[in-house]
């Protein structure tokens, strides 16, 4: 019998077989001993144990075709990384943080803004309009009014998708949304704070229809990059590779050089105040950062 681990916790590991539903199976000696750990999103096959109690063995690995560090799972083909318009503010730094994390394990990434129903000004078609204009495909949404929910469904579906973003964003609320016969604990939002509590505890795959999984994980609120160079970082802004044959020095950093086509493009406003913003603090942090020894 073969099926995916949609979740593991303390040793069990709860695999999904389309049309039986969820078995409770333990991974096989040859595992450890082979130092291979089963993942969520692993597709497996399993010996059934007991069909009544829905029990199993876990026997065999399939082939994965792809593996995120972070979070850890097998086989995600997408990323949706989700932030509210307000309540909490968005911070950009950190958005940026996600897409640049996604990007360096070869993820496509979806925006979803969240609560277009707390959106007085109309500030969600700005945030967009940044995005989309840097190649990211982005879509205002709202899980409490379920609006624009419909459109990101067509996205996911025949997918599996890792959700990503800050706590108090309401992805469990959107996860509901998309999958009206899951219940995930939702949170409110610290009036002092202005942050969510975190209620994903761990990462869980929930089948929203056939060959259709969404990855729930734990929320963050800071996120560190790793494993990349200060000159590495503008091939993760594709915005800036319009402009970089203008640059009068190979190998600018865009960011203290003169005659710099991504400062010239900045300046006639074909890029984003924003996003540079956070192109040049994040730059800063990697020069900074102390190297590590090995």
Do not use: W
């Not at 160079?229 to 044959?245: N, R, T, V």
């Amino acid at each position: 019998m073969q099926g995916k681990i949609v979740k593991g916790i303390a040793g069990f590991y709860y695999v999904h077989v389309s049309g039986s539903g969820v078995y409770e199976c333990k991974a096989k000696g040859i595992f450890r001993k082979d130092r291979v750990k089963p993942l969520v999103g692993d597709n497996v096959e399993m010996d059934l144990l007991d069909e009544t109690e829905k029990t199993g063995n876990i026997i065999r690995l399939l082939p994965r075709a792809s593996q995120l560090i972070r979070p850890a799972v097998a086989n995600v083909d997408q990323a949706l990384v989700i932030f509210a318009i307000t309540h909490p503010q968005p911070n950009f730094n950190l958005l940026d943080r996600f897409l640049i994390m996604m990007g360096q394990q070869n993820l496509p990434c979806i925006i979803c803004l969240n609560k277009q129903d707390l959106d007085q000004e109309g500030a969600g078609q700005e945030y967009a309009h940044i995005y989309n204009a840097c190649g990211y495909r982005t879509f205002i949404v709202s899980a409490a009014e379920k609006q624009g929910i419909e459109r990101l469904r067509e996205q996911l579906r025949g997918r599996t998708t890792t959700v990503a973003g800050p706590s108090g964003v309401g992805k469990s609320s959107l996860v509901n949304c998309l999958q009206p016969g899951t219940v995930m604990e939702t949170g409110e939002i610290s009036e002092k704070i202005q942050r969510g509590r975190h209620t994903t505890r761990h990462s869980e795959l929930i089948a929203l229809e056939e060959n259709t999984y969404i990855l729930d994980t734990p929320g963050f609120s800071s996120l560190g990059l790793f494993d990349l160079e200060k000159e590495q970082l503008a091939s993760y802004y594709p915005e800036f590779g319009y402009y970089e044959a203008d640059c009068r020095f190979s190998g600018c950093s865009h960011t203290a050089e003169p005659q710099c086509g991504v400062k010239q493009a900045l300046e006639q406003g074909r890029i984003s105040r924003l996003r540079y913003d956070n192109y040049c603090q994040l730059y800063r942090e990697l020069k900074d950062k102390k190297p590590v020894y090995r």
